[in-house]
């Protein structure tokens, strides 16, 4: 319910102000007005709700994915430290 409740964003990609919003949700689920946010944001809950995005909901968090800074970090920790044939992130055997 709470991420239905998000405020829909203008043409312009941002956010209608939802401060008011997100202080009324909170007081009614007993949880930060920062917790409403980040649900909205999909920084929490995102499992939970990722039937609930729209489709330039998805997009942006692929993109936002591919984009992570720890992304590169997280393929080397796949990978073995030296020697031996391994593949690659692009699937290519070195």
């Known amino acids: 319910e709470v991420y239905l409740l998000r ?14 919003l997100s202080r009324r949700l909170a007081g009614v689920y007993g949880v930060a007005e ?4 980040e649900i909205w944001n ?13 489709d330039a909901e998805v997009a942006e968090n692929l993109q936002q994915r591919a984009h992570s800074p720890n992304q590169e970090a997280r393929l080397a920790e796949r990978l073995p430290a030296s020697g ?4 690659s992130p692009t699937g ?3």
Do not use: C, H, M, Y
């Open 34 to 37: 920062r917790s409403i946010r």
């Open 7 to 20: 405020p829909q964003r203008n043409n312009d990609g941002t956010f209608k102000p939802s401060a008011e």
């Open 84 to 87: 031996g044939t391994s593949a």
């Open 42 to 54: 999909r920084k929490s809950w995102a499992k939970v709700t990722r039937p609930l995005w729209t």
């Open 92 to 94: 290519v055997a070195k």
